[in-house]
């Protein structure tokens, strides 16, 4: 919930971010993974794709969107775990263990 209100009062983030990534929450796959093409998110929008490519790229910049390789023509995209998380539960906190022991390294 804390993660939530940090979003609605981060005045960088633009309300066609917030609205991107809300839209990108209702879409998410088995371990937060999301593939969509731009074209296809700015349709569901009714927003223009360059609006969707900078909200996305603000989304990436702020740490609640992780940028992945592209499929086809699509970007494959994985939500922060702090704000979502679709999937079972053990391998929730096996990913964040993981990602605790990379922060550790570095």
């Keep these: 919930q804390d993660a939530f209100a940090k979003i609605a009062k981060d005045r960088t983030i633009t309300s066609e971010a917030k609205n991107l990534f809300f839209y990108l929450l209702s ?3 088995f371990e937060n993974f999301i593939s969509l093409s731009q074209a296809k998110i700015a ?3 009714s927003m223009q794709r360059s609006h969707i490519c900078r909200a996305m790229k603000l989304l990436v910049e ?3 969107v992780m940028d992945g390789p592209k499929a086809d ?3 494959i995209y994985k939500i922060n775990n702090q704000y979502a998380w679709k999937g079972n539960l053990a391998k929730l906190k ?3 263990r993981e990602e605790q022991k990379q922060l550790s390294t570095y």
């Design 27 to 29: 879409c998410l796959d």
């Design 73 to 75: 023509r699509r970007h």
């Design 62 to 64: 702020k740490g609640l």
């Design 94 to 96: 096996v990913v964040r």
């Design 43 to 45: 349709k569901e929008l």
